[in-house]
Nanobody, 128 residues
Framework: QVQLVESGGGLVQAGDSLRLSCTAS????????MGWFRQAPGREREFVAA????????WYVDSVKGRFTISRDNVKNTVYLQMNSLKPEDTAVYYC?????????????????????WGQGTQVTVSS
């Protein structure tokens, strides 16, 4: 049973930074494609970033490019989302997701329905 646990959310001011962490247990993390999604109140879940297990390729939604960075530490079974220059519109619950290592998905990792495992979410609130 794979479990994903997010941490690092909080209340910050516009322009501040946060680093989210998602630690996996119960599976072979190094072979998972990993992603971050977010959902704001009244809105649909939105893709934020993804990183592949082969080669560490990354993908980002346009609204966070240049501000957010996804990375992974396969020794610590953890994926990170470094968020800089935060804006009020980044306010949402952020979810970590894992996909069972299908090769060659590429941009399909931007789709939530490609993922097999989800964390419980961590709240990020950015005040103006």
């Amino acid at each position: 049973q794979v479990q994903l646990v997010e941490s690092g959310g909080g209340l910050v001011q516009a322009g501040d930074s946060l680093r989210l962490s998602c630690t996996a247990s119960g599976g072979t993390f190094s072979r998972y494609n990993m992603g971050w999604f977010r959902q704001a109140p009244g809105r649909e879940r939105e893709f934020v970033a993804a990183i592949s297990w082969i080669g560490g390729s990354t993908w980002y939604v346009d609204s966070v490019k240049g501000r957010f960075t996804i990375s992974r530490d396969n020794v610590k079974n953890t994926v990170y989302l470094q968020m800089n220059s935060l804006k009020p519109e980044d306010t949402a619950v952020y979810y970590c997701a894992g996909e069972r290592g299908s090769p060659g998905l590429g941009r399909r990792l931007m789709r939530g329905n490609e993922y097999d495992y989800w964390g419980q979410g961590t709240q990020v609130t950015v005040s103006s």
